[in-house]
């Protein structure tokens, strides 16, 4: 069954598509992705006029197996995208229709990659988003307090790479979910969109997504004038932008301290040398694991497309 595996790579500014159930649905900040079983035809005319690749059968599960452990991503072997998954994956199981092929294939998809990491990727998995930052910050801190806006995956992930060597703040929309974070790693809370008080601090890192514009140039004048007393403070002070869409709206780049997805791209593209020969082991790994899953799913539904039904 997997020879009718289809998907489709689109870029990530591809306008929404909205899956009844008969598809999955992925979208992060470096490409949206749509998989199905069986003909694409209609959603292709959707995206007509548009560049996307599309994948089909053994192809398009080792695809999504080298997307799901990173090997697709700007910053190689990045671990985010396991969470971008699986918060898709619980999104679509909450559709009123839904595909228990699709079901059955995503389980299988988490149950590789974590193989893949488990066996090749482990001791590159710093270099991700948040273990990038940490180098940054490393070199450029000249405070050991940190404010991490968010509560998600990623926020979570900065603050248990963070705190054994600073002091974490935390601010965020959901108050549930930062009191648990504060409550377990011993954090202490900045009110949420308390600029004046964000602006206090030297270091900063956001986590959040939005299309709403959450730090403006008032924001940076603000924050910069929170430090022109302070030379060295002045110097080294450091914003760091993680969310996708971006939530900032400012000139400063990074020559000013303020860094985007994209410099961390960078940052990634300049590390990735010594990671090169345990990803090409993980890439042949994942040939592997592919042959075995297009033996199981013809084994395990040997009857059509049309006999599929919907859970």
């Known amino acids: 069954m997997i020879d009718l595996l289809k998907v489709l790579n689109l870029d990530p500014k591809a306008k929404p598509y909205i899956s009844s159930g008969d598809q999955f649905v992925l979208k992060t900040c470096q490409r949206t992705l749509i998989l199905g079983f069986g003909a694409l035809s209609s959603i292709q005319k959707t995206y007509e006029g548009e560049f996307y690749e599309s994948y089909e059968g053994h192809s398009a599960y080792i695809f999504l197996l080298e997307t799901i452990c990173g090997l697709k991503s700007e910053v190689l072997a990045e671990y985010e995208v396991v969470a971008q998954f699986k918060q898709a994956y619980h999104e679509y199981l909450q559709l009123p229709l839904k595909n ?26 710093q270099l991700s988003y948040a273990g990038i930052s940490r180098k940054i910050l490393n070199t450029r801190r000249s405070s050991n307090e940190v404010l991490v806006i968010g509560s998600g995956t990623l926020a979570e992930d900065l603050i248990k790479l963070l705190k054994k060597k600073y002091r974490v703040y935390l601010s965020a929309r959901n108050l549930e979910k930062v009191g648990e974070l504060a409550l377990e790693h011993s954090l202490e809370v900045i009110a949420w969109k308390d600029s004046l008080n ?25 924050w910069k004038m929170s430090f022109s007393s302070q030379t060295n403070a002045q110097n080294s002070k450091l914003f ?19 860094l985007r997805l994209e410099d961390i791209f960078k940052q990634s593209s300049r590390l990735n040398e010594e990671k090169m020969e345990k990803i090409r082991c993980a890439k042949e790994a994942i040939l592997l694991l592919a042959d075995n899953r297009r033996l199981h799913f013809s084994m395990s539904y040997p009857f059509g497309w049309e006999e599929l039904q919907f859970a």
Do not use: A, C, M, W
């Open 100 to 125: 228990s092929l699709i079901i059955n294939l995503l389980e299988k998809l988490f149950k590789d990659s974590k193989k893949i990491r488990t066996d090749h990727l482990l001791e590159i998995g």
């Open 240 to 258: 760091i932008d993680l969310g996708s869409p971006s939530v900032i709206k400012t000139n400063l780049t990074e020559n000013e301290g303020v």
């Open 198 to 222: 964000y602006s206090k601090f030297n270091s900063i890192i956001n986590t959040v997504g939005s299309e709403d514009i959450l730090f403006n140039e008032d924001f940076f004048d603000q």
